[in-house]
């Protein structure tokens, strides 16, 4: 990773915070990506809503004029709406869709072309959720519409990897499990614990744990590997 130019969204906490952390602990030079982050924070830490194209055009022209470079984009920013099929609201399913799946197409589209400069590469963040379902119940709703658009990201990661391969930009994907982080703060712990042993490990990911992967992926020892969906799960989709 040294001086290997990384953007991460939704870097502000959780597990981007996490990856971001590692991999500049790794020698890469960071560019942290948030909505919660102001203008005028720095070239290093950018304000970034990635539902909306002008933010994004925003972001890509600090990171030319900063950098003048960009080698691996993270496109981990994501949002959950807890309701079933039945009772989401149509602008919740929107909105889900537009940061999950719309931020991350448009943050391929933006820096499709500085990737394919440098070779570089696209790690994104679907969920064991995107390929698996949720379980359902009354205290737990199955969340459809973050399903369905993490199931949207793993297909996004696919095609990108097929259409960017001749340009020598490889794109891969790490399907977290249940990590403890503020996105499952509102879960009782009774239906965070029914998750969690349903993979055979047994507990939760630590943020940390990701981190390792998703250099992995972004190494030049990775240079063979594009459109991998891997999982960082504690076994739960071998379960
Ligand atoms: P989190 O809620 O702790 O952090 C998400 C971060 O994204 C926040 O800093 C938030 O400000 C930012 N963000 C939200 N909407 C944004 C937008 N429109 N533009 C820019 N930034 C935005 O969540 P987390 O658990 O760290 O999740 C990170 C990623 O990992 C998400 O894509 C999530 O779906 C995925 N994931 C998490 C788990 C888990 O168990 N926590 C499991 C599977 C996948």
């Known amino acids: ?79 959950s709406c807890r309701a079933d099929l039945l009772t989401t609201d149509d602008e919740d399913f929107d909105r889900v869709l537009r940061v999950n799946v719309w931020g991350v ?46 199931a949207a990201v793993h297909q996004i990661t696919r095609v990108a990897a097929v259409e960017l391969a001749p340009r020598g930009v490889r794109v891969n994907a790490v399907l977290p499990g249940v990590f403890r982080t503020a996105l499952l703060a509102d879960l009782p712990d009774a239906e965070l614990n029914r998750r969690v042993q349903r993979a055979p490990m047994g507990r939760p990911g630590e943020p940390s744990e990701l981190g390792p992967v998703v250099e992995l992926l972004a190494d030049e020892a990775a240079s063979f590997v594009t459109g991998a969906l891997i999982p960082v799960d504690g076994g739960h989709l071998a379960a």
Not at 49 to 65: N, P, Q, T
Not at 116 to 138: D, E, I, K, L
């Open 105 to 150: 197409w448009r943050g391929i589209k933006t820096f499709a072309e500085d990737l394919a400069a440098v070779r570089g590469c696209v790690v994104n963040v679907g969920s064991v959720y995107g390929a698996s379902t949720a379980p359902a119940s009354r205290t737990s709703p199955s969340s459809v519409a973050y399903q369905a658009s993490k």
């Open 1 to 79: 990773m040294k001086d290997k130019v990384v953007l991460v969204t939704g870097a502000a906490r959780g597990l981007g915070a996490a990856v971001a952390e590692h991999l500049e602990a790794a020698g890469a030079r960071l560019v942290r990506a948030d909505q919660s982050f102001s203008d005028g924070e720095g070239p290093e830490k950018v304000a970034l809503d990635v539902s909306s194209a002008d933010s994004w055009k925003r972001c890509a022209a600090s990171v030319r004029e900063e950098f003048g470079r960009l080698d691996v984009l993270v496109n981990n920013a994501g949002i």
